[in-house]
Structures are given as C-alpha cells and as structure tokens.
C-alpha cells in the first residue's frame, strides 16, 4: 500500500511556470507506475502525464505535450510534474495517483490517490 500527498499548487498568470510534487509512503514506490490527473469544475478527471516503474515509458495527454515534464526520483519517494507555458484552461485540481497494474490514461487503472492540489492560471 502507498499513500500519497500533492503539493506545489497555486496561482499563476498565463505563460508562467510551477512544479507539482507528490511525496510516497512505504518501502515499494519504485514498484508503482505513476500518473498524474487533473479536475476542472464541472468536467471529468482527465490524465495528464504518467510514467512506469522504471520510467522507461512516459505519457502525455497531447493538451499538454511539449509543456509538461513528468520525473520521478525513486531514493527520495517523489513525482515531479514540471508545468511550464501554462495557460488558463489548465485550471484544475491536479491529483498524482500510483498503480501497480498498468500506466493506463483512465482513472479504472489507478488504486491510490492523493488529497488534490489546487492550479489556477490567470489570464
């Protein structure tokens, strides 16, 4: 089991940048592909990046390809998600959730989930 805490939200204007971070609990993250989500009001979680165990594969959801860097680092039990060109539809809560099973786009995939940290971008 994992548990996981979002940090590194907050407001920014248009074109800025910020670094998310999730911090893991227990002895077997480096087992654990990771991804990250976001949730505007209104609308369904959405994927935005995530990465395998070995980070050997990494995704992204093409709103946000070319501006996003996803990283993990394995000694220090933490996910990155490096937001750079943000822009105001990028507005959400973003959420980092691990899985064991498969680095799926989709929340199904996923079976631990942190509290949510707030972005919001300006116009």
């Known amino acids: 089991q994992v548990q996981l805490v979002d940090s590194g939200g907050g407001l920014v204007q248009a074109g800025g940048s910020l670094r998310l971070s999730c911090a893991a609990s227990?002895?077997?993250?480096?087992?654990?592909?990771m991804g990250w989500f976001r949730q505007a009001p209104g609308k369904e979680r959405e994927f935005v990046a995530g990465i395998t165990s070995t980070g050997g594969t990494i995704l992204y959801a093409d709103s946000v390809k070319g501006r996003f860097t996803i990283s993990r680092d394995d000694a220090k039990n933490m996910v990155y998600l490096q937001m750079n060109s943000l822009k105001p539809e990028d507005t959400a809560v973003y959420y980092c959730a691990a899985t064991r099973s498969y680095l799926g786009r989709t929340t199904r995939w996923y079976d631990y989930w942190g509290q949510g940290t707030q972005v919001t971008v300006s116009s």
């Open positions: 227990g002895r077997t993250f480096s087992s654990y592909a």
